[in-house]
């Protein structure tokens, strides 16, 4: 139970454009979705919080303009990468929090992760 | 400013022995911590959690143990096996000041390796 998908697994694209990567929780109600970034060799840095139909939260030094983020239903969650560059290549991972019968409300469950690189 | 920090970046085991991954904490105010296990180019994945009001927990295989006293947490693996090899995650789950979000804190992770 408490399963979280991510589509694409992978992506790459050209500088300057603009790429979506979706969050789905499979199995339960995500009240609460996360965005992280992870680079080579190190720890997840927290980019985004959001509730179902509330705008997000963002961490400070994360541009909310370049780093679109919607939340437009309990089991689904987009970033989009605006403008992409060369320097936004990473491994972006979603997490999500909710309840039911299948996740707790206080944990989060992660998605697969994204590899987006851009050229 | 307060984070999740872990005492040893790589730990390396035989097979069969028993793995203890260390991490500490500094915000007292944190009452629910999580590990994860994070495998090459996968997303971390749940192992086991604790809250503030418990110093043990056990699951399968693995325990954790948490000192409030000294902010310390431990996640201990009986019996290693190679398809324990990953990078280990301790997360601090922060209660936002006023208002907000709860957040996870995520330490620099531990890479274990498990030798045959």
């Known amino acids: 139970g408490a399963v979280v998908s991510q589509h694409p697994s992978r992506v790459i694209c050209k500088s300057g454009t603009s790429v979506k990567i979706e969050c789905r929780s499979l199995d339960f109600q995500a009240t609460t979705m996360f965005w992280y970034r992870q680079f080579p060799k190190q720890s997840l840095m927290l980019m985004a919080t959001s509730n179902e139909g509330s705008k997000a939260t963002y961490e400070q030094g994360v541009e909310k303009d370049k780093f679109l983020i919607n939340h437009a239903s309990l089991t689904l969650s987009t970033l989009t990468v605006t403008s992409a560059h060369p320097e936004d290549s990473s491994f972006y991972i979603c997490?999500?929090?909710?309840?039911?019968?299948?996740?707790?409300?206080?944990?989060?469950?992660f998605g697969p992760g994204t590899r987006l690189t851009v050229l | 400013g307060e984070s999740v920090g872990l005492h040893l970046p790589t730990l390396s085991v035989q097979e069969g022995d028993n793995s203890i991954i260390n991490c500490a904490y500094s915000?007292?105010?944190?009452?629910?911590f999580i590990w994860y296990k994070q495998e090459s180019g996968k997303g971390p994945q749940f192992i086991i959690d604790?809250?503030?009001?418990?110093d043990k927990r056990q699951g399968q295989r693995v325990t954790v143990l948490l000192n409030k006293t000294v902010k310390h947490l431990s996640l201990q693996i009986a019996a290693t096996q190679p398809g324990d090899s990953a990078v280990y995650f301790c997360?601090?789950?922060?209660?936002?000041?006023?208002?907000?979000?709860?957040?996870?804190?995520f330490g620099a992770g531990t890479r274990l390796a498990v030798h045959p």
């Open positions: 915000n007292s105010a944190s009452d629910y």
């Open positions: 997490s999500a929090s909710g309840g039911g019968s299948m996740a707790s409300t206080d944990t989060q469950y």
């Open positions: 997360a601090e789950n922060r209660p936002p000041p006023t208002g907000g979000y709860n957040k996870l804190i």
């Open positions: 604790i809250r503030s009001n418990m």
